[in-house]
């Protein structure tokens, strides 16, 4: 049908300015071509010559009030701006939360009407906010050699990811783009099988530090920790955590040197859990320090009770395209309550404390923290990096004159 609308649209243009002989020849090819009758031929052609009039498309009623986007979007802002996927299951636990809180003023109809919102309306409507969000970074992890030949490096089989309790660990480093001196790091603990996720600010990576954070995030945990991975840096691969992990029973495994994608649950919290919250500042002082402490030990109330995270669970090639598939998202709480080994106590614990969280309250601690760091931040002496100097070549009482040809080995930086 459309080839015969595209040759009847093309053969009227010449029939609309053709002799008599011409338009009968026209009226003859169309026939020949379509098999329609002459007389239906002719009526199509005539009414492709004449211009259409193009009307506005009737709009389809809204099915949102304002009420509910707006709704919408204080959800969206309290849960951390997650896309649609994760926050459509979040919302059946902020919506009436907030509610309770006063911070919304939704009838009946309207809860359950932004609740049933599906991910793709939440994007749609969500879209113009979502331009203007965006970061970067640089990594401080420096090989450690040390008992590399005891640590083994994990493979599939060595741990039960599907058991909470076995963790992989990273630093994050917040020198702000100025290495030099010492600076704050925040080390975060992230299980495998539920996305239960501690942070644990320290002065420096001095194992006396990483070892106290470890010891205190591995006590926020709602089940025992059975395994460690880290990467292969210094801070990690060492005898300190090394005798830590044997007196404690814990399978300590390391990832593959070069391969940062080993660690990809903690990778990930670094970005979402640390970057987003703190940014890349920089953190150097014992007040800063305190805050960040205080921002963690909130935050991760919100994050393993209220944010909803997505687990792959499989992933194939087709043809030149890897197709993932995700999850429904839940939170680390969800996550853990549903697990076999959960005992009925831990699940009426973990479902009160998820009861008793103020979204807005806890979120607007959270932010009045994160304003007091800012402000702790700009307000401090400055540390001005390092001036690299090349002493050998200032040492030579014939230095090189530049552009000045040279028989002797360049001296540059």
């Given at each position: ?129 979502r331009r203007a969000l965006g970061w970067k ?53 992230t299980d495998i099988a539920t996305g239960w ?33 880290s990467d292969n840096g210094s801070e990690f ?177």
């Amino acid at each position: 049908m459309s080839e015969r609308k595209a040759v009847t649209k093309k053969l009227a243009l010449a029939d609309r300015n053709g002799s008599k002989t011409e338009k009968s020849k026209i009226l003859d090819d169309l026939v020949r071509l379509t098999d329609w009758h002459r007389d239906h031929a002719r009526a199509q052609l005539r009414a492709a010559a004449k211009p259409k009039v193009v009307r506005d498309r009737t709009p389809r009623p809204l099915k949102f009030s304002g009420e509910v986007l707006h709704a919408l979007v204080v959800c969206w802002e309290v849960a951390r701006y997650p896309a649609g996927k994760r926050l459509a299951p979040m919302l059946t636990l902020f919506v009436p939360a907030l509610c309770n809180e006063g911070v919304l003023q939704l009838s009946a109809d309207d809860q359950a009407s932004l609740i049933s919102m599906s991910p793709a309306s939440i994007d749609r409507h969500l879209a113009p906010r979502r331009r203007a969000l965006g970061w970067k970074g640089r990594s401080h992890t420096k090989p450690g050699t040390l008992l590399k030949s005891q640590i083994p490096i994990r493979t599939w089989h060595d741990w039960n990811e599907a058991m909470p309790g076995f963790v992989e660990i990273d630093l994050v480093g917040h020198e702000g783009g100025n290495a030099a001196g010492e600076f704050c790091f925040t080390l975060t603990m992230t299980d495998i099988a539920t996305g239960w996720t501690v942070n644990r600010s320290i002065k420096n990576k001095a194992s006396v530090w990483v070892m106290e954070a470890i010891d205190f995030a591995a006590t926020q945990f709602p089940f025992p920790i059975l395994g460690i991975d880290s990467d292969n840096g210094s801070e990690f691969i060492n005898a300190h955590l090394f005798d830590y992990c044997t007196s404690k029973r814990i399978t300590f495994t390391r990832s593959r040197p070069g391969n940062k994608n080993d660690g990809a649950h903690v990778e990930q919290k670094n970005w979402t859990h640390v970057r987003q919250l703190v940014d890349y500042l920089r953190f150097d002082t014992d007040q800063e320090l305190k805050v960040l402490n205080e921002i963690w030990q909130l935050d991760q109330r919100c994050t393993n009770h209220l944010l909803a995270q997505s687990k792959l669970i499989e992933r194939h090639r087709e043809g030149s395209k890897i197709v993932k598939r995700h999850d429904t998202p839940k939170t680390p709480a969800m996550r853990f309550c549903l697990h076999e080994a959960t005992s009925e106590t831990d699940r009426h614990r973990i479902h009160a404390l998820t009861s008793a969280i103020a979204p807005k309250a806890l979120g607007d601690q959270i932010a009045a923290l994160l304003t007091k760091l800012e402000h702790l931040n700009a307000f401090k002496p400055k540390t001005k990096p390092p001036v690299k100097v090349n002493r050998s070549f200032n040492a030579n009482p014939h230095p090189e004159i530049l552009g000045e040809a040279t028989n002797q080995r360049s001296r540059r930086i």
